[in-house]
């Protein structure tokens, strides 16, 4: 995990599938100033980056530009991931929303799910017996 954020959306949005296209689109303009960071810094030849997200909808309006019917509210700025992705520069993919490691900055978790996810994130408990 790169890169994480949780902000107050400055529109109201129609569906949880617009709101994640938002973030989607968001995330894209972090991972494009993050590969020109990098190759400004000659750190490596990055070609393409991986965007996953747990909303199935909002994965295919980033992937199909005839799905524009259903998406005419959306400004026109959050379709830059759709421009990303036919140009090759982003991959986006799917996560389950049981993988999802977000969660433990936004829901209030407990007992084997935090066990789960702090596990993932390779993190450990200071205080627990030895």
């Given at each position: ?120 994130f390779g993190t450990y408990d200071l205080y627990a017996p030895a």
């Open positions: 995990m790169i890169l994480w954020k949780s902000k107050k959306q400055s529109v109201v949005a129609r569906s949880s599938a617009e709101v994640e296209y938002r973030a989607m689109a968001s995330a894209a303009c972090e991972l494009v100033w993050l590969k020109q960071l990098l190759q400004g810094l000659q750190f490596g030849d990055v070609t393409q980056m991986t965007l996953v997200c747990d909303n199935q909808v909002a994965l295919h309006i980033s992937s199909n530009p005839v799905f524009h019917e259903r998406t005419k509210h959306i400004e026109i700025d959050c379709h830059f991931i759709r421009e990303k992705v036919m140009s090759g520069d982003i991959k986006t993919e799917i996560v389950n929303s049981s993988d999802q490691l977000a969660d433990i900055f936004t829901k209030s978790l407990w007992g084997p799910r935090i066990d789960y996810i702090c596990n993932k």
